[in-house]
């Protein structure tokens, strides 16, 4: 009973610019805890990113193997294709072309 009539009064408190609740707790609870913890969180930090580039780099790799793969792909299935056309012209169509040199 009266949760959200306690959530409301505590959520005033800690915005209250007469209480400084939130300050209040930051200063007791929280940056204590931060500075006791502080080369735990860094090395936390520091393994992170390394992982992070690790990870940006494998999926990299798989996305540049997985695009070579389809342009590989779409190029053996489009080759049949390609030289039917060719074979379609005349050598009179090849010549109607103009040189471009």
Known sequence: PFYYEM???????????????????????????LSRKEKEIDTCIIQARERSYETVVRFGKRGLNMAATAAIQAATKSQGVLAGRLRSFSMQDLRSIPDET
């Open 7 to 33: 959530k409301m009064a505590f959520v005033i408190w800690l915005l209250s610019p007469y209480t400084r609740g939130a300050s209040l707790l930051y200063r007791k609870f929280v940056h204590p805890t």
